[in-house]
């Protein structure tokens, strides 16, 4: 069944050769007559529900709904697993008893009414069944069959792998995005001369710097200066009501500006007729409110005002606008068709294919969706209108990322943003490339293209939050940096990464490590040490604190800062703690033997000592750690734990340090009592060793003849 303004608007937009441009502004202000009209050959003989059916069957599940009259119906999947089925101009009884109807494949089916409307909305169970709708042109009932059976043909349209979030994401936009419309009218200023009658010099210099505000899109400035001037009993309030409710309206207060409107039309309706864009705000507000009718009426007497201007066109596509948002699919569809077609040459004509395209969008499949994606592209490349060059370029970029490669769609998304930097999507879009750069990271094999990551990485640091949760990621980035020698590049990105909010706790010690360690090889101890600052600073319990502070504690060591590395790695001495680094003990033993606290020094270099021991080659510091540690045992009085602490060291370290240790070794022997063991040191140091120091203390005591103890140089590390 069509509607007479389906009927009318294919009539009256049809043109032919023989059709003059003065008698087709003739049929088409005959058709927005008729548009005045309310639909009562259409809207008065609702469809009616008579009964529904249940029917389980061995794979899946049957719906039936009969009807007086072959249906006009949406059927859409919604948020939360559930299905729906929208039936226009259709009437039903509640039929609560279907509410606590359950299987295996739906449950509780919901009738309910919107405005004219039938709504049947049930539950699946999700991620198991699929489904078929089954409906024959002029019968009076249709079926939806829901089981196991349908899951791969209903699973061909969902998203590709990844894509969900974006998908859904998109489907709500689409569904529920709904800013004011745009008129395409001239802005219109209030005459300087008129205001001069109805204001002092002061404020008509702020009524024009409210309009001001308003032309330029600064809305809340605009809306305090106008209300203002509402709130006033004077001559200017009638207008100021209007200007007040256009800028709520663009403000998205359509109740709050359905109020001023009507306000200011009970004093001033005459106005309508001189601005014919706040006349379209009026009526799209009325429309929003549940009043259709009369919102249709209001707008419709609008284009008939307008027939011969050239936004006609486009006000008859935001007609269909409102007719959309409040049901009427059907008639805004049949608008949007004709005035494709006969309005090639005004920018209705895009606006109109971009909104049939949208009604395709999400039945796209990435098998079929390329001719949509192009019809986007060609209005995007050949409008001159920014908002609408904006909103195609977005939507290309969108179907895109739903359906094609995520190179292409990331590619798409970034020129989008580097268009529109403040557009209306940014903040969806934003979203979209987080998902695109952490599929192109998936779907690529880096290990022989590390530029490429480098590039991925670098391109996109601001649009990390996902990739990073991806295990592996950031290790194969450090690897692309090392495998291209930029370790430079590579402290600017993860310094960077380590400012942002989604870095995540479990990556942060990560990044710090890395830029540490790059730093010092660098010879930047002024940035390693900055970060590992900060992020002590940030997180003083966190769980990797501890190996930061080892880094910390090993630069400040390098700088001789030795109270600091005491303060900063004693609690390595605390019970069950264990370095990260074994040579942080070693740090804080010598710290801790500078500051003469020779009991924890010594505890400080065994730990060393033992958290090295069995390794195959040994680090150069193990001779002074056993030196220390067994200083620091003789200065408490242990002089069997020096000796074998000597002799241990003894046998590890380089020739060029068993001097000290023999010398050491002949001086505790003569303290022993053991004369013979004692001068047997100290010829050794004089035959075996290089340190002339030490030599000469060796020499002084064989030929004094006696063992005294002698002053003691400096250890001196390799």
Not at 241 to 246: D, G, K, T, V
Not at 572 to 587: C, G, I, M, Q, T
């Amino acid at each position: 069944m069509s509607s007479p303004l389906v009927l009318i608007v294919r009539l009256s937009l049809s043109r032919s050769g023989s059709l003059g441009s003065a008698l087709r502004m003739t049929v088409f202000s005959l058709l927005l007559t008729w548009l005045l009209m309310p639909l009562t050959s259409y809207a008065s003989i609702p469809n009616q529900i008579h009964r529904i059916e249940i029917r389980p069957k061995t794979h899946f599940t049957r719906i039936t709904v009969k009807l007086s009259d072959e249906p006009h119906f949406k059927f859409s999947k919604i948020p939360g697993n559930r299905l729906r089925i929208r039936f226009n101009d259709t009437s039903a009884p509640l039929l609560r008893s279907l509410r606590r109807y359950s299987d295996s494949n739906i449950g509780g089916l919901m009738v309910s009414q919107r405005g004219g409307d039938t709504v049947l909305t049930f539950a699946v169970a999700a991620n198991r069944v699929g489904w078929r709708m089954v409906h024959v042109e002029g019968v009076p009932a249709l079926s939806l069959d829901v089981g196991p059976v349908f899951l791969a043909s209903t699973t061909g349209r969902q998203a590709l792998p990844g894509r969900e979030r974006i998908r859904n994401g998109a489907e709500k936009l689409l569904k529920n995005f709904d800013p004011p419309l745009k008129p395409e009218i001239p802005f219109v200023p209030t005459d300087r001369n008129a205001l001069k009658t109805l204001l002092n010099d002061d404020d008509q210099r702020l009524f024009l710097a409210a309009e001001g505000a308003l032309y330029k899109g600064k809305l809340t400035a605009a809306e305090d200066g106008f209300a203002l001037f509402a709130s006033r009993q004077s001559q200017i309030r009638p207008l100021a009501l209007y200007r007040l409710a256009e800028t709520q309206y663009r403000l998205q207060k359509y109740t709050q500006a359905l109020e001023s409107f009507r306000e200011a039309a009970r004093e001033w309706q005459e106005f309508l007729t001189f601005n014919p864009a706040i006349m379209f705000y009026y009526g799209d507000s009325i429309a929003r409110s549940g009043d259709l009718p009369g919102g249709r009426q209001l707008l419709a007497k609008l284009i008939v005002a307008n027939a011969d201007k050239k936004y006609a066109p486009v006000l008859l596509v935001r007609m269909a606008d409102v007719l959309t948002r409040q049901g009427g699919e059907e008639n805004a569809r049949a608008i949007y068709s004709n005035v494709s077609e006969s309005f090639k040459d005004n920018k209705a004509h895009q606006i109109a294919v971009m909104k049939l395209a949208d009604r395709a969008f999400l039945e796209a499949t990435p098998d079929d969706y390329q001719a949509l994606s192009k019809t986007y592209a060609d209005i995007a490349a050949n409008t001159s209108d920014f908002d609408l060059r904006e909103e195609t370029v977005f939507k290309h970029a969108l179907l895109e990322a739903i359906n094609g490669p995520a190179d292409t769609a990331l590619d798409l998304v970034v020129v989008y943003q580097k268009r529109f930097p403040k557009g209306v999507y940014s903040t969806v879009i934003r979203d979209i490339r987080e998902d695109l750069v952490a599929l192109v990271y998936q779907g690529t094999n880096w290990a022989k293209n590390p530029t490429g990551l480098i590039r991925l990485v670098t391109d996109n640091q601001d649009y990390l939050a996902t990739t990073v949760r991806i295990p592996g990621f950031l290790p194969a980035v450090s690897a692309a940096f090392d495998k291209s020698g930029r370790p430079l590049d590579l402290i600017v990105l993860y310094a960077g990464l380590l400012d942002r909010p989604w870095i995540g706790e479990d990556n942060a010690p990560y990044l710090t490590l890395q830029v540490a360690d790059q730093a010092e090889l660098l010879g930047d101890t002024v940035m390693a040490r900055k970060v590992l600052q900060s992020f002590l600073q940030r997180n003083p319990v966190h769980s990797q604190s501890r190996w930061a502070r080892e880094r910390l504690g090993a630069i400040q060591f390098a700088a001789r800062e030795l109270p600091e590395v005491r303060a900063g790695l004693s609690w390595l001495l605390n019970k069950n703690e264990r370095a990260s680094f074994p040579v942080s003990y070693y740090y804080l033993g010598r710290s801790l033997w500078d500051a003469k606290e020779y009991s924890r020094s010594a505890v400080a270099m065994e730990s060393y000592l033992a958290a090295v021991k069995g390794v195959k080659e040994l680090p150069v510091l193990v001779g002074d750690a056993y030196y220390v540690a067994a200083s620091s045992r003789l200065a408490l009085g242990d002089r069997k734990a020096a000796i074998g602490l000597f002799e241990s060291g003894l046998k590890a370290a380089s020739k060029e340090r068993k001097d000290q240790f023999l010398y050491k070794l002949g001086e505790l022997a003569a303290l022993e009592g053991k004369s013979e063991q004692s001068r047997a040191m100290f010829e050794r140091v004089l035959k075996e060793g290089t340190d002339p120091d030490w030599q000469r203390l060796a020499r002084q005591s064989l030929e004094e003849g006696k063992l005294s103890r002698q002053p003691q140089p400096t250890s001196k590390k390799k």
